[in-house]
């Protein structure tokens, strides 16, 4: 069994339990930082987690030192590794006709007709073979990993066929398996109304509905593709009803539920929350009446600063609004080709404090913890822990301020998955 022992750690930011559930208001900030610190993974597993001081006077240490390969961290910070609880890893191409059409000013309608827009992912995903998206999907992994995210949510979205959909589910599934870190699949078929549904509007949009909740949804469920059900519930995408149908749909096949709410107009949380899903993720647009049964529940509100920053809007969620009101909130990266192209958790994070006004405290603990809890993995994810999945990253930092601060630069120098290191450090 492989046996790991990372010493002289400057900063340990452990995110030791804090209590029953996410984290929340004040417990958001409560980092349980170790200096000099030292933690021992063995079998991809944390074993103890101390100073290293006391772990290089451990006699079992001690006697075993040589079969145990030791990584001196030079008093670099060290993070538990990051959950990124939301991305769309699986399309082909980016999609700069829409970053260059939009710069100019252009609508989403102007930039669908010049063959921009969702369209062109769909197109992508549909001619694509499984192979070359397993390839895509393994890159971004590989990618991820180099940030220091080592456990990653991956939804499928762009096929919005029953073919192309289990194609992307698959392809999703063999790159997991290549890749030391911890992939949770989303099935995403109600991520659009795709175009050939589109031709006479609702009655067609209903039909598709039908198609995910009794042709999709069930070779999802069978074949375990999957271990979530996303819907894009919004203006122009799926409505509350069409939602509930989804999520209700979900629940017979018993996978877990999370949707996309509030990006682009406002939805009443109530209807949802009754299918007690693991997040909703967005939160742009959230009506205040909403937040005191938000809070009172282990949903997360999982905001994604970098689609807000892409699509160049001065309208960011309000984070303050909701920690203030106790509501759990998690940061992800949304990374996709239309409108969140980043892999990168730390410049999510840092979105988060020059936009959204989180401490680095806080934007550690939502990308770490909380998004352990919108995956429904906190139990094994999140945070540095005896029992705890050996998921580590090391950062050219001294003080884990430091990690929201230099934006726009990769920083992380060492990742350990499930007790695999990787990276330039190694
Ligand atoms: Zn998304």
Not at 53 to 59: V, W
Not at 183 to 188: A, D, K
Not at 193 to 222: F, G, I, T, W
Not at 250 to 271: C, I, T, Y
Request: net charge neutral.
């Amino acid at each position: 069994m492989s046996a790991t022992l990372l010493v002289d750690i400057g900063q340990l930011v452990t995110l030791r339990s804090a209590g029953d559930g996410p984290r929340r208001g004040a417990s958001l900030s409560e980092l349980g930082i170790i200096q000099d610190a030292a933690v021992l993974c063995i079998g991809g597993k944390i074993v103890s987690v101390g100073t290293t001081k006391d772990a290089l006077r451990d006699p079992w240490l001690k006697k075993n030192r040589k079969k145990i390969v030791e990584i001196d961290c030079g008093g670099r910070v060290v993070l538990p590794g990051f959950v990124d609880s939301h991305t769309h890893p699986v399309f082909m191409q980016p999609r700069l006709v829409d970053f260059e059409k939009r710069i100019s000013g252009a609508s989403y309608e102007e930039i669908a007709e010049a063959g921009g827009g969702i369209r062109s992912s769909i197109d992508g995903v549909r001619k694509a073979s499984k192979s070359a998206l397993t390839q895509k999907v393994s890159a971004v992994l590989a990618d991820l990993a180099s940030h220091g995210t080592t456990t990653v949510e991956a939804k499928s979205g762009y096929g919005l066929s029953l073919e192309s959909e289990m194609k992307s589910l698959e392809a999703i599934r063999a790159a997991a398996h290549e890749w030391p870190g911890t992939v949770v699949p989303t099935f995403l078929g109600a991520h659009a109304v795709p175009p050939e549904y589109r031709v006479h509007s609702q009655e067609r949009s209903q039909q598709y509905v039908d198609l995910v909740c009794n042709e999709m949804l069930p070779v999802v469920a069978k074949r375990k593709l999957a271990q979530f059900v996303d819907v894009f519930s919004d203006r122009g995408a799926f409505s509350a009803e069409e939602t509930a149908q989804i999520f209700a749909a979900a629940e017979r096949h018993h996978l877990a539920l999370r949707a996309h709410v509030g990006q682009l107009s406002e939805m009443r949380l109530g209807p949802l929350l009754r299918y007690q899903p693991a997040s909703l993720d967005h939160m742009d647009y959230v009506n205040d009446a909403d937040l005191p049964a938000l809070a009172q529940t282990d949903t997360v509100a999982t905001l994604v600063p970098g689609a807000n920053y892409f699509l160049g809007l001065s309208r960011y969620p309000d984070a303050r609004r909701f920690i203030a009101a106790g509501v759990a909130v998690a940061l992800a990266t949304d990374y996709n080709p239309g409108s969140s192209p980043t892999l990168s958790m730390p410049m999510a994070m840092s979105l988060a404090c020059t936009h959204m006004k989180m401490s680095p405290a806080e934007a550690i603990a939502a990308a770490t913890i909380n998004g352990a809890w919108a995956v429904r993995l906190a139990g094994s994810k999140g945070s540095v822990e005896a029992g705890k999945d050996a998921d580590l990253a090391v950062f050219e930092d001294s003080d884990y301020r430091e990690v929201p601060y230099w934006f726009g630069a990769n920083r992380c120098v060492l990742t350990i998955m499930n007790g695999v290191p990787s990276g330039p450090l190694w």
